[in-house]
């Protein structure tokens, strides 16, 4: 009954019904007892009629005796279920009606210039969604569905982002009905604010309660009489415009809506002036569906409004709103701030940090408008009168880029970055809007430039690990040296596993393929054949006596990228501390280090290795290597007796091989685990660079030596991406010779 008694009171301003006037249903007495009967509701026009027959009869003869009729009680039945046959007024030429039953029922004005597919589903959402009305129309006068306002007044206070927002959205559905709505709810507007720190403050908390208590006590507003002139109190403070449409009936001014909203950061830089007529054009914008072809009066406290309107040579934005304004029938009146009750209190403000108001004269002159003039015509030229008041030479189109180019890279350019190469053009007295951009554009696109700079740790690929499930499955191989000569050996050989961190090497005269085979056929029969071996590109690694070994054995050989170590990066770490083993240990005699090879290895060997959470000798043999140490200072082990009991020996050594299946599974988890974590850490730090095919770089050659030292550049090309791998690999062809690979780390684009 309730949305029903919206639609019928919506159009009372338009229609007569006498009927209504009769009997009205209250919807808050729904549960009453209605005694009257149908017929004495609506059909009152027969008993007039027995009446007047009863008057002028003589009233010295008896009146007939009549049968009386009875008829059962009916219950009033709803406005909905047998709507009365309405009147309809005539309405202004913008509005029509539409119906939301048949032809004829359930009256409702809208918008005459709505098209027909916007009309429909406006329809649709009346009979659907009744609901959504969240306000009643009680006579001529609207008010706030109490039922509704109950919901917001159980709310507790919002402690979360989403829940501010939800709540702001809730109450601002009746932001018509209160007064100054933007500047009781800034401090809350505040918190969705971008980097604004989300902290419930007292006064978010005070804004929260000062809206419920508004929404209990909302101002009932009237409908709008077309016969009479609109009126509109606005005012602007620091932060926020508001504006108040009403109707003075009988002498006292009746509300009929209320508006505010807060200011952008552009519009509280204003004048007092264009904020004063800012809060103005906002209240037209805001009420423009009341005011169009009806004559308005604007109440205002600042005079200078008055001036705006009739001023010549005004700003472009003012214009902008004084054209606007002229699309209405406008009467502005002054009325000062203390008067207007109604929307200056945005104004009046207390300033805790001003203790009296210092009084001041009213400004009736202002300055010359030529001092806001920022450019002026010189024939044939133009020129601006920037922000620091320097007098620069407008340019365009292809004039602008021959004075950026010559900034630049000309003689006196030195090829700077963007920023400094358009402050170059303005210390020259130029001047384009898009001279920043433009900057940029050319400085990106500086062949020049672009083969200069080096490549950093940002500019590396993601990093993708090689995970191995069984011990010694791969093995990663390389050479160190040469180093001084030690016994005839001048190379190390190493050889790494990448699950267990166990690391053989030897000391070689030599670094060729001879001696690289044999020392895998040592390698082979004592820990069996793997895999894969993974090996840089080398001469000593890529030949034919090499691959005939790879064949017999059948096992898969796996090149690093070229220039880029960090393929084979697990044997690369391995030569590092080998190497830091082996400088702390031959002391000054650095030709003894084929001697200290072996006891390099038993360090390392027996060293705690975070990817595994232990030693390398105790995941291959299943327990701790034991030490001189031991037998030194008297260890545990070192005082125990041997046992030839054979069934506990056997006992012992099946429990011990059960803990070595545990340690290496163990093991492996551990690899796993610090692998991604590494990989994590290490992607965070780089750039997210994306190459694809058809794309034009540039490749930085470390080799590359075209001027010696400080001045030599190392990038060249471009070329141009044939393929890209999903492990950072791209292959780039070149019109001069056949396509090759490369890491993606060595890229950049080429603009």
Not at 109 to 121: G, H, M, Q
Not at 491 to 508: E, G, N, P, R, T
Request: glycine letters at 4%; proline letters at 5%; a positive charge.
């Amino acid at each position: 009954m309730e949305n029903c008694d919206f639609f019928f009171k919506k159009s009372d301003r338009f229609t007569s019904v006498p009927e209504l006037e009769t009997f009205r249903f209250d919807p808050e007495e729904e549960n009453t007892d209605v005694s009257l009967p149908e017929y004495e509701c609506f059909y009152l026009e027969g008993d007039i009629r027995l009446l007047k027959k009863f008057l002028n009869e003589d009233p010295s003869s008896p009146l007939p005796l009549k049968e009386i009729k009875t008829e059962e009680l009916k219950s009033v039945k709803s406005s909905v279920d047998e709507p009365p046959e309405l009147e309809l007024k005539d309405l202004p030429s913008h509005l029509e009606y539409a119906f939301l039953e048949g032809t004829d029922k359930l009256p409702v004005i809208i918008a005459k210039d709505l098209k027909v597919d916007e009309k429909e589903r406006l329809i649709t959402v009346l009979k659907s969604h009744k609901h959504a009305i969240a306000w009643k129309l009680s006579d001529i006068k609207i008010e706030v569905d109490k039922a509704k306002v109950v919901v917001i007044a159980k709310l507790p206070p919002p402690t979360t982002f989403k829940g501010v927002w939800s709540f702001l959205g809730h109450v601002g559905f009746y932001r018509r009905f209160i007064k100054e709505f933007s500047k009781i709810t800034r401090p809350m507007t505040r918190l969705l604010e971008k980097e604004t720190p989300f902290i419930i403050s007292t006064e978010c908390r005070e804004a929260f309660e000062t809206l419920k208590m508004k929404l209990t006590e909302a101002t009932i507003l009237v409908a709008p009489d077309w016969d009479l002139p609109f009126e509109i109190m606005c005012d602007a403070s620091d932060f926020a415009v508001g504006a108040v449409l009403g109707q003075r009936k009988a002498k006292h001014f009746q509300p009929i809506h209320y508006a505010s909203k807060t200011m952008t950061d552009a519009q509280a830089s204003y004048t007092t002036t264009e904020k004063e007529l800012l809060a103005a054009v906002y209240a037209f914008e805001k009420f423009r569906p009341y005011l169009v072809l009806s004559k308005t009066i604007v109440y205002t406290d600042h005079s200078a409004l008055k001036y705006l309107l009739a001023k010549q040579n005004a700003k472009p934005r003012l214009l902008r709103w004084i054209l606007l304004l002229q699309e209405f029938d406008v009467v502005i009146r002054d009325r000062k701030g203390a008067e207007n009750l109604a929307a200056d209190h945005l104004s009046r403000l207390e300033n805790p940090h001003q203790s009296d108001p210092e009084k001041k004269e009213i400004t009736e002159t202002f300055p010359l408008e030529t001092l806001g003039m920022h450019s002026f015509w010189d024939d044939p030229y133009l020129f601006r009168i920037c922000a620091d008041q320097v007098i620069r030479h407008c340019v365009y189109a292809k004039e602008a880029i021959d004075i950026l180019t010559a900034c630049h890279n000309g003689p006196t350019g030195g090829h700077h970055g963007a920023n400094y190469t358009a402050k170059k053009v303005f210390d020259s007295d130029f001047y384009w809007s898009t001279i920043y951009r433009d900057a940029q554009d050319l400085v990106t696109r500086c062949d020049t430039c672009q083969r200069q700079g080096k490549i950093s740790q940002r500019d590396e690929m993601p990093q993708n690990a090689i995970q191995v499930c069984k011990i010694f499955d791969i093995w990663g191989i390389d050479f160190m040296g040469s180093f001084p000569s030690s016994r005839g050996n001048n190379y190390i050989l190493v050889a790494v596993d990448y699950l267990s961190k166990w690391v053989k090497a030897k000391a070689l005269p030599t670094n060729d393929a001879r001696v690289v085979c044999k020392f895998l056929k040592s390698l082979f029969t004592r820990f069996g054949t793997p895999r894969a071996i993974i090996s840089d590109r080398g001469t000593h690694f890529c030949n034919d006596q090499f691959a005939k070994v790879m064949l017999k054995y059948g096992v898969t050989h796996r090149l690093s990228t070229v220039y880029h170590p960090q393929t084979s990066g697990q044997v690369e770490v391995s030569n590092c501390g080998l190497k830091r083993i082996l400088e702390r240990t031959v002391g000054e005699n650095r030709t003894s280090w084929s001697n200290k090879l072996d006891d390099a290895l038993w360090a390392f060997r027996t060293a705690f290795k975070t990817p595994i959470e232990c030693t390398p000798y105790k995941l291959v043999y299943g327990k701790a290597c034991h030490l001189p140490i031991e037998l030194e200072h008297k260890g545990y082990w070192a005082l125990k007796h041997c046992n030839f009991d054979l069934k506990t020996v056997g006992d012992h050594q099946k429990v011990q091989m059960n803990e070595l299946n545990k340690l290496r599974d163990q093991a492996y988890e551990n690899s796993l685990i610090y692998k991604e974590k590494t990989n994590k850490i290490h992607d965070s730090k780089i750039k997210n660079r994306i190459f694809n095919v058809g794309d034009r770089v540039l490749l930085f050659n470390s080799r590359l030596k075209i001027f010696s030292g400080k001045l030599k550049t190392r990038w060249t090309g471009p070329f141009t991406v044939a393929q890209v791998f999903p492990y950072g690999t791209v292959e780039l062809s070149s019109t001069n010779g056949p396509n090759f690979k490369v890491n993606g780390h060595r890229l950049k684009h080429y603009f």
